[in-house]
């Protein structure tokens, strides 16, 4: 997730993880700078960060597990 274009799923992690937002601003901006790519707009994950419930973060990642085991004993 510290790879992806966007930074919802570090978020999300964080949310689940019970980390402040200033920690999670902290990873996003080390995110960019080590992509590369252009800053994120911190104020909107701001926004999103304190708007997620850490339950629906929960229910995110368990989903996502499952979703990787599935294609994991697809293959």
């Known amino acids: 997730m510290m790879i992806e274009t966007r930074a919802e799923g570090v978020m999300i992690l964080a949310k689940a993880a019970g980390m402040s ?3 999670v601003r902290a990873i996003i901006n080390m995110r960019d ?3 590369g790519t ?3 707009d911190l ?3 701001k926004a999103t ?3 997620l ?3 629906t973060a929960q229910q995110v ?3 996502h597990r ?3 085991q599935n294609s994991s004993a697809a293959a």
């Open 49 to 51: 960060y304190e708007r």
């Open 53 to 55: 419930r850490p339950a």
């Open 21 to 23: 937002w200033s920690t």
């Open 43 to 45: 104020q909107t994950c």
């Open 61 to 63: 990642l368990r989903f």
């Open 33 to 35: 700078e080590l992509s």
């Open 66 to 68: 499952m979703q990787q």
């Open 38 to 40: 252009a800053p994120t």
